[in-house]
């Protein structure tokens, strides 16, 4: 059966769906971007970038209008052999995971799909949510084979770690397994195979064995701050020439669109006895809490501007989904008499101030995300840095 493209990666245009195209056009192969966001998609084919991701421009220059392009219109699933799912999975209301999310998605599109093809789910998904669609694939799309390859990139890193770190594949059926891997080899140095349960399991202990670190290391940092030690020199002591302490965090806002996600959903999977899991997002979501109790007792917030450097949910990045910085804002709005904030790289903001007028405006200044410009930081005016961006320790 001849098709049009390669590959067309529903949601491609979105933070995992971009990259993966980008890399697997430069490769050689024909792909298409599907989304529902027109802008993104007009910008990725006047060769703009949807969304920052280092790396990817010139990459983008070398594919767009070649092996590349970007669309909302839903045909372009039927043009395709292989059709990437990279769609959001939030949780809902009361924090409570959407399972029919994936499906539902596929199910809207399903007049979409043809014989022959092979549905390869890469969203992070809650677990029993590739058997469902492997039902829904059976009843209303005959001839279409489905894999699940869940992505493990750090955002930011994409234009390297999908050329440099294992792909789990996992498929019920052997030719399915097959195709997703020769797909997927294309790009990574190697597959790991799977059932379709264990990677998905595979895919949320990920996630959630890197937020129980950051929480672990996150109360660490209260208990030290609260004993008048500073965290951080703790930490290097520790650590120095000790291996088995190499990997312990610093301090710092754990948050994003996946951490606290897939806690949740690994919570709700088993039947919310997560005990670690739990504690962990206590620990990690109240730490904005713990900064501002910690500034209560030192100064008199009603009566200052706190500015709020770093909106982005992590260093060097314009994403600013999660982002514990806005709960920060949020408490801080209650307690002290004005609060404004700046971000050298997030552009969907309207509040944002540049960094010498929040610097001069403000009587305290937090270091939210800790952007590698803050670590030039000139100023008498009280820093909280619970990142040790400036190299000055972490209490509080």
């Known amino acids: 059966m001849s098709f049009d493209y390669d590959i067309t990666i529903i949601g491609g245009c979105g933070h995992v769906g971009f990259p993966l195209g980008l890399a697997f056009a430069d490769v050689g192969l024909r792909v298409s971007l599907f989304d529902t966001n027109p802008e993104a998609v007009d910008r990725v084919n006047r060769g703009q970038l949807p969304a ?24 372009m699933i039927s043009r395709a052999e292989h059709v990437i799912v990279v769609i959001g999975t939030p949780v809902g209301a009361h924090q409570a995971p959407d399972p029919q999310n994936v499906p539902r998605a596929i199910e809207e599109l399903a007049e979409y799909f043809r014989e022959g093809q092979v549905l390869i789910l890469r969203s992070t998904v809650y677990p029993g949510v590739t058997a469902q669609v492997e039902r829904l694939v059976t009843r209303a799309l ?21 050329y440099e770190l294992p792909q789990l594949v996992a498929a019920r059926s052997p030719r399915a397994l097959t195709r997703a891997s ?34 672990a290391a996150n109360q660490l940092f209260m208990m ?38 897939d806690t949740l ?12 899991g739990h504690a962990s997002m206590a620990i990690n979501e109240g730490l904005p809490l713990y900064l501002v109790s910690r500034l209560e007792k030192r100064f008199h ?44 790289f997030v552009t969907v903001d309207p509040e944002l101030l540049t960094l010498d007028d929040v610097v001069e405006r403000s009587d305290i200044l937090i270091i939210a995300a800790p952007h590698a410009e803050y670590a030039d930081l000139k100023t008498h005016k009280p820093v909280i840095d619970i990142w040790n961006v400036l190299g000055h320790g972490t209490r509080v």
């Open 52 to 75: 920052d991701e280092p790396g990817a421009a010139e990459v983008l220059d070398r594919v767009v209008g070649k092996r590349l392009v970007a669309s909302a219109d839903p045909q």
């Open 301 to 344: 917030l009603e009566f200052m501007t706190v500015g709020i450097l770093g909106m982005a949910f992590k260093a060097e990045s314009d994403d600013t989904r999660s982002s514990l910085a806005y709960k920060l804002k949020r408490v801080l709005s209650f307690k002290a008499e004005h609060v404004i904030t700046t971000d050298p």
């Open 142 to 162: 005959p001839g279409v084979e489905v894999a699940f390859c869940p992505e493990r990139i750090a955002e930011g890193r994409a234009m390297t770690e999908l």
């Open 182 to 215: 020769e797909l997927f080899l294309r790009l990574a140095p190697k597959v790991v195979t799977l059932t379709p349960e264990e990677a998905e399991l595979a895919k949320l202990f990920t996630n959630v064995y890197r937020y129980i670190k950051f929480a």
């Open 265 to 276: 959903q690994l919570a709700a999977f088993d039947d919310n006895r997560f005990t670690l």
């Open 224 to 261: 030290a701050n609260d004993g008048g030690c500073d965290y951080e020199t703790i930490r290097k002591a520790l650590a120095e020439d000790y291996p088995r302490a190499a990997d312990l965090p610093g301090a710092g806002f754990a948050a994003g669109p996946c951490l606290l996600k």
